[in-house]
């Protein structure tokens, strides 16, 4: 359903480098039942978005508008919509792979996607939150269910993922061991991390031992040999959902858990987010931010793969 009101979106014709993204104006939706449409004043960037750009990924062919992190107001609800009004500032994660479209300035969100904005965070924050909490969320406390006094090792620790599942852990007071860089080491210690490791200089598989819980970041063979650092009974949740079965022959032939996932819209996450947030517990760093138009140059920026935190769109 569309209006012959329009809005402005980053889209893109063919699949390729940062240049191919480029502004279109499309109509702008309307909300059907159960759903509302959200101005969007500030959209994390993620690496989904420029995998999908590049690659196609779940979306194959374009043309589409890429998105999954929102922040902004609710301008317009639908049918049966309870809990939102016209005005209220939101946040959350549309759903992933299918519900994307949030680099624009609408975008429709089914109401649960969503939670109310706390109101100490302002918008570049809150639109950074979502996909990469959500992520660790899911990751460490609902297929780990990281408990106090547990030692978890993070992975990429200072990167979006990696900065928000420290704060998540460290909440739940667990003793955090975190890879990255030795430049980022000081911005590691000021989230929480009490163990910082140089993933460049140290093996992590040889340096790190006796760990519960490992949030893989990397993928394939990283993966695996993170199952080496497990306690028995422990746990690798790795993010990057594709691979080989050795990964699971091998957690089994060790007496650990191997876990693959994918993060899901939810509801009950984006609450417990909203409060952490609230609270102090958890706060996104920002590594920068770009007009909704400069969307290409946020991707080039993110593909380097060093940002420390997040990137984040600001839509006027
Ligand atoms: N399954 C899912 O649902 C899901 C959800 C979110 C993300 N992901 C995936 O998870 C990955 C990480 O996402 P992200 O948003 O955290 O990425 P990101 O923000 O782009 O990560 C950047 C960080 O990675 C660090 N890094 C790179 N290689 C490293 C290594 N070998 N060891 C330790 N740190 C390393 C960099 O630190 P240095 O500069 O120190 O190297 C940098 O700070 C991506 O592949 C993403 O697609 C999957």
Redesign the pocket.
Known sequence: MSTDITMRAISQDVLGGPEVLKEVTVPRPSPRPNEVLVRVRAAGV???DW?HREMGGFLGEPPFVLGWDVSGVVEETGIGVAHFRPGDEVFGMLP?PFGHGSHAEYVIAPVRALAPKPAGIDHVRAGALP??SL?AW?ALVEHADLRAGQRVLV?????????VAVQIAKARDAHVIG??????HDFLRGIGVDEPVD??ETD?AEAVKDVDVVLD???GD?ALRSLRVLRPGGVVV????VGTDEFYEEAERLGVRAV?????ADHTGMQEIAALAASGALRATI?GTFPLADAAEAHRR?G????????VLLVD
Do not use: C, E, W
Request: charged share 15%; proline share 4%; hydrophobic share 35%.
């Open positions: 993620n690496p989904t995998k992933y996909l990469v992520t899911q992975h990429a620790a200072a990167g979006g993922v990696g900065h890879t990255a860089s030795a430049g980022k993933y460049r992590f970041t990397i993928g990283h790795s993010i990057l959902p693959r996932m994918l993060v899901d590594a993110g380097t793969g060093r940002t420390t935190g997040k990137l």
